[in-house]
Protein backbone atom coordinates (compact mmCIF):
# COMPACT_ATOMS: atom_id res chain seq x y z
CA UNK A 1 0.00 0.00 0.00
CA UNK A 2 1.62 3.61 -1.03
CA UNK A 3 0.35 6.32 0.43
CA UNK A 4 0.21 9.64 -1.52
CA UNK A 5 -0.70 13.12 -0.31
CA UNK A 6 -0.53 16.18 -3.03
CA UNK A 7 0.26 19.45 -2.15
CA UNK A 8 1.18 22.80 -3.84
CA UNK A 9 -2.21 23.82 -5.58
CA UNK A 10 -4.06 27.34 -5.27
CA UNK A 11 -5.31 30.17 -6.85
CA UNK A 12 -2.33 32.11 -9.23
CA UNK A 13 -3.22 34.62 -11.76
CA UNK A 14 -2.57 33.64 -15.31
CA UNK A 15 0.95 33.57 -16.27
CA UNK A 16 2.36 32.48 -13.31
CA UNK A 17 3.65 29.37 -11.35
CA UNK A 18 3.19 26.80 -9.01
CA UNK A 19 5.02 23.58 -7.92
CA UNK A 20 2.93 20.81 -7.07
CA UNK A 21 4.35 18.14 -4.76
CA UNK A 22 3.60 14.15 -4.45
CA UNK A 23 4.37 12.92 -1.53
CA UNK A 24 4.74 9.37 0.32
CA UNK A 25 6.00 7.78 3.33
CA UNK A 26 7.22 4.37 2.11
CA UNK A 27 10.91 4.19 1.28
CA UNK A 28 10.47 1.96 -1.55
CA UNK A 29 8.22 4.99 -2.96
CA UNK A 30 11.76 5.43 -5.49
CA UNK A 31 10.60 2.10 -7.14
CA UNK A 32 7.74 3.27 -8.60
CA UNK A 33 6.35 5.01 -11.76
CA UNK A 34 4.68 8.18 -10.78
CA UNK A 35 2.02 10.52 -12.56
CA UNK A 36 -0.02 13.58 -12.74
CA UNK A 37 -3.04 13.79 -13.84
CA UNK A 38 -6.20 16.45 -13.79
CA UNK A 39 -9.74 16.73 -14.12
CA UNK A 40 -11.30 19.98 -14.94
CA UNK A 41 -15.00 20.31 -14.38
CA UNK A 42 -17.23 18.65 -16.94
CA UNK A 43 -14.01 17.30 -18.93
CA UNK A 44 -12.32 13.68 -18.52
CA UNK A 45 -9.03 12.88 -16.85
CA UNK A 46 -6.32 13.94 -18.62
CA UNK A 47 -2.89 12.43 -18.34
CA UNK A 48 0.08 15.59 -17.79
CA UNK A 49 3.32 13.46 -17.25
CA UNK A 50 5.06 10.83 -15.65
CA UNK A 51 8.50 9.88 -14.13
CA UNK A 52 9.78 6.59 -13.90
CA UNK A 53 12.03 5.13 -11.28
CA UNK A 54 15.67 6.15 -13.12
CA UNK A 55 14.11 9.70 -13.31
CA UNK A 56 12.87 9.56 -16.89
CA UNK A 57 10.16 11.80 -18.26
CA UNK A 58 7.10 11.21 -20.19
CA UNK A 59 4.98 14.29 -21.13
CA UNK A 60 1.70 14.75 -22.64
CA UNK A 61 2.63 17.60 -25.17
CA UNK A 62 -1.02 18.37 -25.76
CA UNK A 63 -0.98 19.62 -22.49
CA UNK A 64 2.03 20.55 -21.32
CA UNK A 65 3.32 22.71 -24.20
CA UNK A 66 6.77 22.88 -22.70
CA UNK A 67 5.51 24.96 -19.66
CA UNK A 68 5.54 21.65 -17.02
CA UNK A 69 8.48 19.66 -15.92
CA UNK A 70 8.07 16.74 -13.41
CA UNK A 71 10.73 15.79 -11.34
CA UNK A 72 11.57 13.08 -8.19
CA UNK A 73 13.89 13.99 -4.99
CA UNK A 74 14.37 10.09 -3.94
CA UNK A 75 16.09 11.10 -0.66
CA UNK A 76 12.58 12.85 0.33
CA UNK A 77 10.02 10.28 -1.89
CA UNK A 78 8.72 13.36 -3.38
CA UNK A 79 7.71 13.80 -6.91
CA UNK A 80 7.24 16.98 -8.24
CA UNK A 81 5.21 19.67 -10.85
CA UNK A 82 6.50 22.38 -11.66
CA UNK A 83 4.10 24.52 -13.43
CA UNK A 84 5.01 27.85 -15.48
CA UNK A 85 3.04 30.23 -17.73
CA UNK A 86 -0.11 28.92 -16.46
CA UNK A 87 -3.09 29.82 -18.22
CA UNK A 88 -7.06 29.35 -17.21
CA UNK A 89 -7.47 26.37 -18.93
CA UNK A 90 -4.87 24.91 -16.43
CA UNK A 91 -7.91 24.82 -13.70
CA UNK A 92 -8.18 21.54 -12.26
CA UNK A 93 -7.91 19.19 -9.73
CA UNK A 94 -4.68 17.41 -10.03
CA UNK A 95 -3.94 13.67 -9.18
CA UNK A 96 -0.85 11.91 -8.80
CA UNK A 97 -0.92 8.14 -9.18
CA UNK A 98 1.53 5.83 -8.34
CA UNK A 99 2.57 2.33 -9.76
CA UNK A 100 5.12 -0.86 -9.91
CA UNK A 101 4.56 -0.05 -13.73
CA UNK A 102 3.44 2.79 -15.95
CA UNK A 103 0.05 0.76 -17.26
CA UNK A 104 -0.57 0.27 -13.51
CA UNK A 105 -1.35 3.57 -11.14
CA UNK A 106 -2.63 1.45 -8.52
CA UNK A 107 -2.64 4.19 -5.97
CA UNK A 108 -4.20 7.53 -6.01
CA UNK A 109 -3.97 10.88 -4.22
CA UNK A 110 -6.91 12.74 -3.18
CA UNK A 111 -5.90 16.07 -5.29
CA UNK A 112 -5.13 19.29 -4.78
CA UNK A 113 -7.32 22.27 -6.66
CA UNK A 114 -5.24 24.71 -8.69
CA UNK A 115 -7.52 27.61 -10.01
CA UNK A 116 -5.89 29.81 -12.43
CA UNK A 117 -7.13 33.50 -12.90
CA UNK A 118 -7.18 35.09 -16.24
Known amino acids: QVRLAESGGGLVQAGGSLRLSCAAAERTFGSYTVAWFRQAPGKEREFIARINRSGAPTYNADSVKGRFTISRDFAKTTVYLQMNSLEAEDTAVYYC???????????WGQGTQVTVSS
Open 97 to 107: AAGLLPGALNY
